[in-house]
């Protein structure tokens, strides 16, 4: 398959099961949105469940993070954080209707689905946590906290501020996603306890 044709599919599988979810979007309406026969679609993708896998993989985070994470190695920790949290809202806002869907349809997907996509955030995670043991190494966080505990800590916050705007539609009394990321990495790195 062309990496060009691959892209076709791709995008259609998005688009598609953005809008009807994994269990309403069909084979047959992805391979017509693709300008592909549907045999040609499971002639590279075998089943809808590795089609599916393969959209999770491909509009993930991953493919992101994976790119930043050169730079982020360069970059003072307050402002690799702000970084991070904002390439994280950005692909969340951008997957926000497909998020939506599979947040409702989740329960009732196949296994091999709902591992892949377990799979996915444990590598995002792993990602994260990496750098997390990193600044560990280099004592310039605490070591005493599990860095892997560290990302879902931090991956955590953000998530739950786009799914409670995004998904659930509540206001944050007219704060800026700048000083939303501004505080909440502020929270992350220093805590709420006072410093005298």
């Known amino acids: 398959m062309t990496e060009d044709t691959r892209e076709r599919i791709l995008e259609a599988a998005l688009k598609l099961f953005s809008e009807k979810g994994y269990l309403g979007a069909t084979t047959k309406e992805i391979a017509m949105a693709s300008g592909i026969s549907e045999v040609t679609l499971f002639r590279h993708f075998q089943t809808k469940e590795n089609l ?44 926000r209707d497909l998020i939506r869907i599979m947040l409702a349809e989740l329960p009732r997907y196949p296994e091999i ?28 966080i605490k070591s005493s906290i599990s860095s892997n505990l ?24 007219n704060q800026s996603e700048e000083e939303i990321i501004d505080n909440y990495v502020k929270i992350f790195l220093y805590g709420i306890l006072y410093a005298p």
């Open 52 to 95: 599916f896998i393969s959209v999770l993989e491909h509009y993930s985070f991953l493919p992101k993070l994976k790119e930043l994470s050169k730079d982020l190695l360069v970059m003072p920790l307050e402002e690799t954080l702000k970084t991070l949290a904002k390439a994280f809202l950005q692909t969340l806002k951008s997957r």
């Open 113 to 140: 689905v709902k591992e892949s996509y377990q799979k996915t955030i444990e590598k995002i995670i792993q990602e994260i946590s990496q750098y997390f043991e990193k600044l560990q190494r280099e004592r310039k």
């Open 150 to 173: 560290l990302a879902r800590a931090f991956l955590g916050l953000f998530f739950s501020y786009f799914h409670a705007e995004e998904i659930k539609g509540l206001n944050f009394k």
